[in-house]
């Protein structure tokens, strides 16, 4: 059964970089039906999609959050990564990753809030 | 950017009752793009339907979706204690994806 688990730091500073990492299990990163994503929900606020990857690379990232977000993927370890550069307290959220297929298939989750 | 427009904001309904909840979107969607998530309190959303009509894996069948073009639908057809939750529309057909802001069902 596909897992996914986020994982990294639960507290960034202002104006540093959010990084994160989303351990896939169960499944390969590799498969070529699927892309991988990244969506956030500030606490008791809906969902935003920040950018999603394929296998080999390619991206494609939410115009609102482009300037600042990087995706990247590693697939010999079965992972994807998002780094968020200049965070502010407006990025405190829950950050999920997913696979994005027919309909996305959700890690549990990781809070990052964003403090000095 | 296509928005996504969920109706009611909350609805109030009673154990036993149906529900049928609204997503809009500002462009035409492809059936074959849109898709479905609950999320219940302090949990990730869990998908429900994608594609308009297909459930998910281990998803009942009191839950059914349809629609097209701008206009989608989730019912449920009798409502047990576990499906008071937040119910989210998403549609994956343009980028940037988008989800609508939401329906809450809570017990009357």
């Known amino acids: 059964q596909l897992q996914l688990q986020e994982s990294g730091p639960g507290l960034v500073k202002p104006s540093e970089t959010l990084s994160l990492t989303c351990t896939v299990s169960?499944?390969?990163?590799?498969?070529?039906?699927?892309?991988w994503g990244w969506i956030r929900q500030p606490p008791g606020k809906g969902l935003e999609w920040i950018g999603s990857?394929?296998?080999?690379?390619?991206?494609y990232y939410n115009p609102s959050l482009k300037s600042r977000v990087t995706i990247s993927v590693d697939t010999s370890k079965n992972q994807f990564f998002l780094m968020l550069r200049s965070v502010t307290a407006a990025d405190t959220a829950v950050y999920y990753c997913?696979?994005?297929?027919?309909?996305?298939?959700w890690g549990q989750g990781t809070l990052v809030t964003v403090s000095s | 950017e296509i928005v996504l427009t969920q109706s009611p904001g909350t609805l109030s309904l009673s154990p036993g009752e149906g529900a049928t909840l609204s997503c809009r979107a500002s462009?035409?969607?492809?059936?074959?793009?849109l898709a479905w998530y609950q999320q219940r309190p302090g949990q990730a959303p869990r998908l429900l339907i994608y594609?308009?009509?297909s459930r998910a894996t281990g998803i009942p069948d009191r839950f059914s979706g349809s629609g097209s073009g701008t206009d989608f639908t989730l019912t449920i057809g009798r409502l047990e204690p576990e499906d008071f939750a937040v119910y989210y529309c998403?549609?994956?057909?343009?980028?940037?994806?988008?989800f609508g802001g939401g329906t809450k069902v809570e017990i009357k």
């Open positions: 997913a696979r994005q297929g027919e309909g996305l298939t």
């Open positions: 169960g499944g390969s990163i590799s498969s070529s039906s699927y892309y």
């Open positions: 990857i394929y296998f080999s690379g390619g991206t």
């Open positions: 462009q035409s969607v492809s059936s074959s793009y």
């Open positions: 594609g308009t009509y």
């Open positions: 998403q549609q994956s057909g343009s980028s940037p994806l988008t």
